[in-house]
C-alpha cells in the first residue's frame, strides 16, 4: 500500500520532472520516488565517497610523479652548474668574442636536438632508468651535436 503525499515544487523543476518522464516513458512519480530513493540511499553517499577516494589516489599518485620529476630535475641541473662553474676556467678578454660565437653555435644546436627530441616525445626524466643500469639509451640521444 501507498500513502498519499503532497508536494510542490517550482514550475521551472515540475517541467524538467515531466519532460525526463515523457522522454524515460515512466510516470511523474517515478520519477520523484527514484530521486528521493537515491537521496535517501546511504549506498549513494559511500560509492560517492569511494570514487572521490579513487581520484584523490590517482591524482596523488600523479603528483608523487611530477614532485619526483621535478626533483631529479632540479638535480640534474644543479649538479651540471657546479660541475660547468667548477671547471671551466675564465677566458682572457680576447678569446671571450670567439667563445660567444661558439657559445651561440652550440646553444643553436642544443635547441635544435631539444626540439627532435621534444617532437618524438622522448623524455630524459625516461631514459634514467637505463643509463643508471649501465646502458646507453638507443634513440640517438647521444647526439654529436650536443658535444663541444
Known sequence: MRDRMNVYFPPEMLKQIADLADRKKLSRSAIVEA???SFLSPDGADKREAAFARRLDRLSRQVQRMERDLGVTAETLALFVRFWLTITPPLPNDAQATAQIKGRERYEGFIETLGRRL????????EIPDDVGGTMP???????SMRS
Open 119 to 126: 617532437q618524438k616525445g622522448q623524455s630524459f626524466l625516461k
Open 35 to 37: 530521486a528521493v530513493a
Open 138 to 144: 638507443a634513440d640517438g640521444s647521444d647526439d654529436p
